[in-house]
């Protein structure tokens, strides 16, 4: 009766990082990483790209390659709207009306070069960086700091970049 209930304990809420500067932040992103959503199953080359629009929203354009280099490209235009004036780490991303998905900044080195996406359900996460790839001790980190914010380590899949 008692591991019933442990395991029915409420989750430590998702913390984010302090604060975003949304300018630094927009851009593009190549995902370097991650616990993947049915759409991004098989996808190769995925970049996350944001601009801050004049009204506060953020749109954003998410394409991959599908199965392959060489797959056929999609491409997705959520629109993102922060939640946390604060801190700018608090987004809702809209990708069906009127449904808005949790999406939090909970790790953003100084340099805006390296991130971490995820969601208070951990169900998904993404790491994501300015270049197509990283040095192997920092991507064993970033998924260490996955790891400490209560996600299964084994579910995170690299996503194939290839660039020329």
């Not at 959520?78 to 608090?90: C, F, H, L, S, W």
């Not at 971490?116 to 998924?143: H, N």
């Not at 260490?144 to 970049?161: F, I, M, N, T």
Request: hydrophobic content about 40%; some cysteine; aromatic content about 14%.
């Amino acid at each position: 009766m008692i591991a019933l209930f442990a395991g029915c304990a409420a989750r430590q809420p998702m913390p984010t990082v302090d604060f975003v500067d949304l300018d630094r932040f927009m851009g593009d992103w190549f995902v370097i990483a991650n616990i993947p959503t049915s759409i991004e199953e098989g996808a190769h080359n995925a970049v996350e790209s944001y601009r801050l629009a004049g009204d506060g929203k953020i749109e954003t354009t998410f394409t991959f390659r599908e199965g392959g280099f060489d797959g056929k490209q999609k491409t997705y235009n959520p629109v993102g709207y922060i939640r946390d004036k604060q801190t700018n780490a608090e987004w809702g991303m809209q990708f069906i009306w009127p449904f808005r998905s949790d999406f939090r900044i909970v790790h953003l080195d100084d340099d805006y070069q390296v991130t971490i996406i995820g969601r208070e359900k951990r169900d998904y996460v993404w790491i994501m960086a300015r270049r197509p790839d990283l040095p192997e001790e920092t991507y064993e980190a970033l998924l260490d700091r996955v790891a400490s914010l209560g996600y299964d380590r084994a579910k995170v899949l690299r996503v194939p970049q290839q660039w020329p």
